[in-house]
């Protein structure tokens, strides 16, 4: 009989494009979602969890502006049906607010928190799971629900620790967008103001060649490189083509030279006080119809967040945000981190964006036939914990429990007692459960759990009712940088009375909070 070949050991690796999350990264995200919660709560938004699984026929065509439809998840068949891991937060509230419509209060106010899955190719600081923080409107057409999504996030944002002057919420409308394509001849007058270039074109544009529609999405994915390239590369990529820093060239439109100008006019429209901002982008789009009212809703954004104290010391309207292709359909937002962190290259460079948002009216009408206005806000939890870790907000380190160190095993009773007492008192603690047959290996544990205190009972202490207590933080100065002196006046280790315990506990652990 054949010798049965032994089954490999599994490898014990992290899948491509994860990660694990330990202890202080776990700690801090959970702390950073409760106080962006407390900030939606206080909105009067509801919490929802909806499931991880959606059917295929739910999420319909997969992340914002991929064509191919199975692009972009992790799908699997189940009895003939196609599920697939939630790729975003907003297509599972489609669902739901179709769903559970007749139940609802309309508008219906929800926020949500949690992880999400893309099947997309992995790069540094791209991970396939992350976590995203929502909130959205659902059934409210004013753009007033915009401008309370916008003060709202600049609350959040502060109220995690970024401070004001550090960060910028910029706002525009992709209905101005239109009126630019409209100004080029490359969006249908008769199109729906309310609507995309790429919903626009399906449903009102049936004249419009497919050369043209090409030409628009690529005039929407110039303007959100104007960051990069400035005025004079958008230029270039909107005519012959761009040769980039790396040297490779990047094909342009094909615009003539005349019809550029709407286009930088557009761009440079932004001016440090709002009316003339306005003002600059009633005279870019022309006499657009649809461009016209994207002017007005943003006039009408400004005025009610202004009414509300927020100025453009935080919110600012700024005509190069685009914010994807076919996914928003009026007001869209973006909140930009503006201190400086240095890169990978060890170049100093700005944070960047940290959370994002918009209009999206067509989304809950693929399951209605009725359109719903919607508008909505995202932020990058990993993102947003960066920026705070950068700022010094974060340490990436979290404080470990005191440690109930075991001098004798049939005591350990006695030593779960003071663990008990400590937790009790809301100290975290516990007790040291390893071979305690060599004490060394106790502080060497302790050191590891990043422990602030030890507690020592031998049976001498045990007798006299007192325990010794080892400040660990202060002896790891004392040892590093402390003179003799220093070290004999400032001893890492007191003996107490237990039943002073907690409270020595505490002094202990407050000195060094």
Partial sequence: MAKQKKQPRPKAETPKGFRDYFGAEVTERSEMLRKIAEVYHRYGFD?????????V???????????????????????????????????????VAAQFRNDLP??????????????????????????????????????????????????????????????????????VLNG?????????????????VDSAVKQAMRDVTLSNLEKA???????????????????KLLTTGLLDSSGAFIEGIGLFEDQVEPVVSFLTSRSDDSAKTLSNLRNAVGRSKIGQRGVSELE??????????????????????????????????????????????????????????????????????????ATGVSIGVDRLL?????????????????????????????????????????????????????FGNQLKYADKRRSPVAIIQGSDEAERGVVQLKDLILG???????????????PAQTEVPLEDLVAQVRAMIDRHA
């Fill in 180 to 196: 630019v394509l409209d100004q080029l001849g490359l969006v249908d007058q008769g199109a729906d103001p309310g609507r995309t």
């Fill in 476 to 490: 790891a100065k004392l040892a590093q940088d402390a003179t003799l002196e220093e070290w004999k006046s400032q």
């Fill in 57 to 95: 026929e739910a999420l319909g065509k997969f992340l914002p502006d991929v064509d191919r439809p199975n692009e972009g998840v992790f799908a699997f068949d189940e009895d003939g049906t196609w599920l697939a891991l939630r790729y975003d937060m907003t297509a599972p509230l489609a669902r």
């Fill in 386 to 438: 960066a920026a705070l870790r950068a700022t010094g907000k974060l340490k990436g380190e979290d404080a470990g429990p005191v440690i109930v160190t075991v001098m004798d095993r049939a005591r350990m009773a006695e030593y779960q007692a003071m663990a008990s007492t400590l937790r009790n008192a809301g100290i975290r603690a516990e007790v040291y459960l390893g071979n305690p047959k060599n």
């Fill in 300 to 373: 009408e954004i400004v005025v009610l967040l202004d009414a509300a104290g927020y100025g453009p010391d935080r919110i600012i309207i700024d005509p190069s945000v685009v914010r994807g292709l076919g996914y928003y359909t009026g007001p869209v937002y973006e909140a930009e981190l503006t201190f400086d962190v240095q890169n990978d290259k060890g170049q100093t460079v700005q944070f960047g964006s940290v959370a994002g948002g918009g209009r999206y009216d067509d989304l809950v009408k693929r399951f209605t036939g009725q359109e719903v206005p």
């Fill in 47 to 55: 919490p929802l969890e909806t499931s991880g699984v959606e059917t």
């Fill in 106 to 175: 309309s508008p219906y106010r929800r926020y949500t928190m949690g992880p999400v899955w893309r099947n997309e190719k992995p790069g540094p600081g791209r991970f396939r799971q992350f976590y995203q923080c929502d909130a959205d409107t659902v059934g409210a057409p004013s753009v007033a629900a915009d401008a309370e999504i916008c003060a709202m996030l600049s609350d959040c944002l502060e109220a995690v620790g970024i401070a004001r002057g550090d960060y910028v919420i910029r706002v525009n409308n992709r209905k």
């Fill in 217 to 235: 999405q690529g005039v929407l994915r110039t303007l959100d490189k104007f960051d990069k390239v400035g005025v004079d590369g958008v230029r």
